[in-house]
């Protein structure tokens, strides 16, 4: 069965930069994009971007250009998601989330980290 | 951006009731519309993409309609497992994005 299992994150100082990996299983990694999506606590849902694991190509939401860095490893199957410059609004919890590479819904999502900026 | 509002932003409902929950688009998006249902501490759950089609596993009491600029969520015979909170999302361009949410109390 298809799974995206993440990794990472915990607490980090305002300025700093936080890793939150994603490990999809239950299909062929290159096949599918990864998205990342944040909610803060409480609140609505927030798109940051997408990877295409095949080619390497990515797309970022505008408002996190020049902060964001997603990356992949073919090799292990994983994606990364790397946010920099952290303020206390970066307090949320980061989901990878899998599409089609037409179709951008999401169809499988990971189970979420918290990401915590705090000084 | 393309702004998506829901309404009402929260519902309380019976068991065996039909509920509908709507979402605007502030601009169209055609039929690039997704709902899904997120509960407590767990990542949102896809239930329906492109307006009206089910996601396997998803039971048929829910459906949805819509094109262009106003679509919406109906839900039938209410079942507890039902609450939670319900966004729609659009992908038709990036930025993808969801409305605020609805949570349904039943």
């Known amino acids: 069965q298809v799974q995206l299992v993440q990794s990472g994150a915990g607490v980090k100082e305002p300025g700093a930069s936080v890793k939150v990996s994603c490990k999809p299983s239950g299909y062929n990694f290159i096949d599918y994009y990864i998205h990342w999506v944040r909610q803060v606590p409480g609140q609505g849902l927030e798109w940051m971007g997408w990877?295409?694991?095949?080619?390497?190509?990515?797309k970022y939401a505008q408002k996190f250009q020049g902060r964001v860095t997603m990356t992949r490893d073919t090799s292990i199957s994983t994606a990364s998601l790397e946010l920099s410059a952290l303020t206390f609004g970066d307090t949320a919890i980061y989901h990878c989330?899998?599409?089609?590479?037409?179709?951008?819904?999401?169809?499988?999502w990971g189970q979420g980290t918290l990401v915590t900026v705090s000084s | 951006d393309i702004q998506m509002t829901q309404s009402p932003s929260t519902l309380s409902a019976s068991v065996g009731d039909r509920v509908t929950i709507t979402c605007r688009a502030s601009e169209t998006v055609d039929r690039w519309l997704a709902w899904y249902q997120q509960k407590p501490g767990k990542a949102p759950k896809l239930l329906i993409y492109t307006v009206s089609n089910l996601q396997t596993g998803v039971s048929s009491r829910f459906s949805g309609s819509g094109s262009g600029t106003e679509f919406t969520l109906t839900i039938n015979s209410l079942q507890p497992d039902d609450f939670g909170i319900y966004y729609c999302?659009?992908?038709?361009?990036?930025?993808?994005?969801f409305g605020q949410g609805t949570r349904l109390e039943i």
């Open positions: 999302q659009q992908y038709f361009t990036s930025p993808y994005t």
């Open positions: 989330a899998r599409s089609t590479w037409n179709f951008h819904y999401f169809d499988f």
């Open positions: 990877i295409n694991p095949k080619t390497g190509n990515t």
